[in-house]
């Protein structure tokens, strides 16, 4: 069975639109509450959405002041957003104008024209301008809506769990599903657009479009790496003088540093996180389509087929809709113990509902049997070509659905507090911060088996089904449910936020404790959500990997890990993540000590501060944190950037393929552990401080001996979790696709033996 | 110019003899430094070996309780190793049965026969138990050596600087011509007598031969993570009652944890450091004995030409002995601060010696030109060959000499407190141990930019030059100034040792000061060495990648990383590490908390211990590190050990090869950025101790927050530095050579297929 035409031109823009208005639908929900004083008690009664009138007194301050807060959160957030842009529009100037002069320059080989290079050129700039325009876009509306949420969600938590978690959940979703439609629509509309100027060149339109790609990763980059340093140099800063100096709680308002610790929340894990994945669906879906341009499907103009990783995306937009659902109204977290456990359904339900529709699509999108181009061994015919039957193409989504689902499980197994990894870790915490440390730092490095070993089976199943496609649509796969995935990863900062106004807005403590209470669980979902990106962004790498090597007629001769370039790149590529890595977490050093200053300053020079009678100066801190994070981000940022130029042009294609393959197996490993040890710091800390069961309550509780060593290992895990780890994904993919975008030029560079070598051959 | 035959006969034996004769001379000189109350002072009177008068009150007790602590020390060590042999002795006898049974059953290809299988098979396992029991007396000689030279040293600082870090770097150097001289010897009489069983067979006899290789490391493993895992559950263990909870000073007697702690570095630092390096000389050796077997030195039977790489590490053992006399006699420290610039000069000087003598033995060995074989691309014919001629051959080891120098060098920038890298970990301290930690963990990772771009670019250079013999003759480079480096590598524990028998036998504070000192460089020189470990193991390795490649029939097409298999197995490769070190530092983390319930419960239940009036018992202590280490060493053994045999024949040799690249990239690097981060966090907390500048004095000194937050990266910092990543280097050379043995076993599941894939093959 295949498909009219009609079906994707009508399915593929009307899922995205579907999604887009399911978003707006949920925002307005979530608006629906009220931040004027007096108001919220109003609301339709159903579960228990009113307050008791003993909990009414003084209610109408604690709102406005709520809205205040959130108010200045947002400001501070739209600031340094604001001022990130100015940085990355001239960043994307001077990327355009490269792009442009680089591959237009290019001779063209036998069978293309100056006209075709001039016109890669081109398109290949206006794609990346969209791309990263999209992302700036994905990245500024998810932080509008968290800031727009994490006040309605404190307010909410008065009135007991079910109503906070609904409105965190909901205003989550809305980020996945505005980001999912938004970004597949605009992926949709280029190619439409490109297509009138390609004409039947399949080949070339798909590639032109991985500019766009290239812009949705480039942002994201800077975003992470900036909103990571931003967040966590406020977070550090506002820990180290406030909790270990002043000895004053967390979220205090007499800290100067809190609203930047909040708004480093919605920049860097909402708006980072945001663009993150978008590149990361962005680049999928490129990868798998520059395969297929060079396909029997791309050969023989099968538009259905050539479709097909946009339809499984549009489907998977349709699932999540129906997933969400029962979040939101089937069955909600109604108690605290259910939080993680709702989270955690999403997850499941919608992977079990996208196999059998990624099944219907392959077999109705695909031809029964198509012939894929394959690396080739002998140099004179470089490609041989691979027989594909349509429902191996379902074979490899569902193997990347599944293995993104039990990635997830494994990162809750191993971040929640509620298994035995973590509370291990805040047990070790009874001999001081060193086991603490030494425990956490293992716990991270063990949780990388299993994803590792999911992610290499994954690869081998897709690879040996149909070669880089099938790598390229286990990705697509495991980013199907990628509304769903954005909307649990949201709810965490969100919730987050919603603690640090409830304790500033002086809430109380009972409110607090269900504010906590939904961030523990947004931790765990945190590391469940960098999981994901991680192990999606491997699959990603490697499909834009292959991409490139096509591109750069590498062979499998050419490719050999027995070649002395290759494998030079191989150990070289496997040390950019730590140099990467190096230089975040120096930076969030820095940009701490900063803070630290700043903070003791107005500690001591305001009078009256420590008393509660005279407001911090909190907007010193946010510029604080805005400016140094900007002028730390460019150096990590000009490394991933300048790495894939430099040794594809001076050291060869060869060295590249090296380079980016030694970047992606080491990488992951990094990001995996980095990531999944902080959520193990951060939740051990929790662990000991909810003090729900007798073993966490021997521990002592806040302010005990324990509870010091677990916030120093909080403290430690903040740039490992926030900033380093999950900014090492787009390091990997960001390579590849800028590799993948480049390889004209390169192969252009002495026929891609490196400038390098050219030279030291002609002396 | 080629050489008579009888050369190498004469030369390489001459040079071993040679080599253990100056050892036993040094021996000798240290041996003069009495142990007996009263005698020391009758030293012979140049420079100041001598004591003042009023040094020598109550100097015969303290001499004599010096005897008493080195007795109970050496005593434990001894322990500790023979229980340690017999678990290794169940694990030969597995071994063996193991090699032999699976080398002799495999089915004869061409050209070969049953018996040709059979002499692999008895022969591998005679190798294997060589090399093994060679290993074994290594590290029980380095212990032994150490053992009795730490009181010594410890006696001599009374005497001052100069006399203290002689009998330190004698004592170094005994072991280090021990070692050399002995494994160069063995393993040229190994060859000798193999060969009258082998005939004209070079390849055989080599590959025969690599099994020493195996024996060597797999003991160095076991060494090592044993050796590892019992110097740092003792030293967090005694530092977490001893300094944290009764605050009483490092290596007080009063500490029950303290002579295990001592112990400790005798069996981790001294016998694991001995045998792991003495395995690495071992596989880099058989490596470049294999491929040049094939190559036309074989072929030809150029007898002499094949010896080269034994040549090479004779002339090492010559041009070691001229450079430890400028230590010993031309131009030994005297003053604390020409410490550092003694050892270090060491390193330098026998590299600049070595460089013309490899140039000599290149040219006098070698023929002009010769040809090796290499991978080749074609299926029909697996091997092309390439013409090398003798000059490269030079430039190879030169590369491996110099890399090794320059990997020591920015180590040692990394890692001494007199640079500026330290300096801000220190100064990180201010805002407590958080930020120590997250500085420290930065370091690390920055340290391993420049050991693996020299690595990235010693690979290249010999692989484009000669192939994997290129790379082999690199490794022989790097380890040609072996016995120096081991001379340098001993000398840290051991002045670790003698401070803390100072501290024990209750000698005054200014000597105590100066073992500090001596131990401060120490701890540089242990990371330095760990760099060299590492840059050495990462290039045996890959020598004996080549070769495991080559004797597994696999192919450039077949080695390529866009292959299924190959690229599974990298990443499954570059996750090994990580799983390694999570186990190897939770059984830290274990071991120590069994120690601090011991030694909290003889500070609870010995009346008069804090008093000093009682005696603690030590030897409990003791047993308990013993009976701890050597359990948990067997999990992360038993992985290192299984992985290629699993691997290989369960999912062929291709994934295999792919495994070994990943663990090989991935496992130099965070073996690097452990080592040198925890190095880093011992030198910090020295550096804030000592106070020896104004920006140090600034810190507080001991017992200050700062230096309180350095104690606690220094004991994060213990079990990265001594147990995780000097083992991980073990673990990347393990596999490889292991996997070189194993290879035509594997070959024989399925033609190298895997057993795996050849049963889903039949279904």
């Known amino acids: 069975m295949v498909l009219p035409e009609a079906v994707p031109i009508l399915f593929i823009p009307g899922a995205s639109v579907l999604g887009i208005f399911f978003a707006f639908w949920l925002w307005k929900r979530v608006a629906q509450i009220q931040l004027v004083g007096g108001q919220s008690v109003v609301a339709r009664g159903n579960g228990r959405e009113y307050l008791l009138e003993e909990e009414q007194r003084g209610e109408e301050e604690v709102v406005a002041k709520a809205a205040d807060i959130q108010g200045a959160i947002s400001e501070g957030a739209s600031s340094f957003l604001f001022t990130e842009y100015r940085y990355l529009g001239i960043f994307m100037v001077i990327m355009s104008v490269l792009i442009f002069s680089l591959l237009s320059i290019v001779t063209p080989e036998e069978g293309r024209t100056k006209e075709d290079e001039l016109r890669n050129g081109i398109f290949s700039t206006i794609a990346f301008v969209l791309g990263a325009l999209t992302s700036i876009l994905s990245g500024y509306l998810g932080m509008k809506i968290a800031t727009y949420a994490n006040a309605r969600t404190a307010v909410e938590a008065r009135k007991g769990i079910a109503p906070a978690f609904?409105?965190?959940f909901r205003s989550g979703a809305v980020m996945g599903f505005l980001l999912s439609g938004f970004g597949l629509l605009n992926l949709f509309v280029s190619i439409a657009v490109f297509k009138q100027f390609f004409?039947?060149?399949?080949k070339g339109l798909f590639e032109a479009i991985t500019g766009y790609g290239l812009g949705g990763s480039s942002i994201a980059l800077f975003g992470r790496v900036g909103g990571g340093i931003y967040?966590?140099?406020?977070d550090v800063g506002a820990d180290l003088v406030g909790k270990v100096e002043k000895d004053i709680p967390e979220d205090d308002p007499r800290n100067p540093a809190v609203i930047a610790d909040n708004v480093g929340d919605n920049v860097g894990d909402i708006a980072g996180m945001g663009a993150d994945l978008?590149?990361?669906?962005?680049?999928?879906t490129c990868a798998a389509l520059v395969v297929s341009a060079v396909s029997s499907l791309g050969t023989s103009h099968d538009f259905v087929g050539m479709t097909f990783p946009l339809l499984i995306s549009a489907a998977g937009i349709l699932v999540c809709i129906a997933t969400t659902f029962i979040a939101t109204d089937l069955k909600p977290a109604k108690v605290i113990a259910e939080i993680e456990h709702t989270l955690k359904m999403q997850l499941i339900i919608s992977t079990v509902l996208m196999t059998p529709v990624a099944y219907f699509v392959a077999v109705a999108a695909l031809p029964e049997e198509f012939t894929l181009q394959v690396p080739g061994s002998d140099p004179e015919k470089p490609f041989d070509t691979k027989v594909v039957k349509n429902w191996y193409m379902f074979v490899t989504v569902a193997v990347g659905l599944w293995g993104g689902l039990l990635i997830g499980l494994q990162t809750e197994y191993f971040t929640s507090n509620r298994y035995k990894p973590v509370q291990d870790v805040a047990d070790a915490c009874r001999t001081g911060p060193a086991t603490d440390i030494i425990f956490g730092l293992a716990l991270g490095y063990k949780s990388a088996i299993i994803p590792t070993i999911i992610m290499a089976v994954s690869i081998y199943i897709g690879n040996s089904l149909a070669g880089m496609y099938g790598i390229a649509t286990a990705a697509l796969g495991m980013l199907g449910t990628l509304a769903t995935g954005l909307a649990i990863d949201a709810y965490g900062p969100i919730s987050d936020n919603a603690g640090g106004i409830a304790e500033m807005a002086g809430m109380g403590e009972d409110i607090r404790e269900r504010t906590d209470a939904l961030d523990a669980a947004g931790n765990t979902t945190a590391a469940i959500g960098k999981g994901f990106a991680i192990g999606s962004a491997a699959l990603v790498s490697l499909a834009l990997f292959g991409a490139y090597v096509t591109r750069a007629k590498i062979d499998l001769i050419h490719s050999s890990i027995l070649d002395p370039k290759v494998f030079a790149g191989l150990l070289f590529g496997a040390m950019l993540p730590y140099w990467f890595s190096a230089m975040t977490m120096k930076s969030v050093g820095k940009a701490a000590l900063a803070m630290v200053q700043e903070v003791r300053r107005q500690f001591n020079t305001i009078n009256g501060l420590m008393e509660g009678t005279a407001r911090p100066d909190y907007k010193k801190c946010v510029e604080i944190s805005t400016s140094s994070s900007l002028a730390e981000m460019i150096p990590p940022g000009?490394?991933?950037?300048?790495?894939?130029?430099?040794?594809?042009?001076f050291f060869g294609?060869?060295?590249?393929?090296?380079t980016l393959a030694g970047a992606l197996v080491s990488g992951v490993q990094l990001a995996v552990s980095m990531s999944n040890t902080g959520g193990a710091w951060d939740n051990a800390k929790k662990y000991i401080e909810a003090g729900n069961t007798d073993h966490a309550r021997e521990l002592g509780g806040k302010g005990s001996d324990c509870h010091k060593a677990a916030v120093i290992g909080d403290t430690v895990g903040d740039p490992l979790k926030d900033t380093s780890g999950p900014s090492l994904n787009i390091l990997v993919k960001l390579m590849a696709v800028e590799s993948l975008v480049f390889a004209p030029f390169f192969y252009n560079c002495a026929q891609g033996q490196g400038l390098v070598f050219?030279?030291?051959?002609?002396?």
Request: glycine fraction near 12%; aromatic fraction near 10%; charge should be negative.
């Open 166 to 168: 609904m409105c965190a």
């Open 199 to 202: 004409g039947d060149d399949w």
């Open 231 to 234: 967040t966590k140099a406020a």
């Open 278 to 284: 978008f590149g990361s669906f962005a680049e999928s």
């Open 638 to 649: 000009a490394l991933v950037m300048l790495t894939p130029v430099v040794v594809g042009a």
């Open 653 to 658: 294609t060869q060295a590249l393929a090296g």
């Open 758 to 763: 050219q030279w030291l051959g002609q002396v």
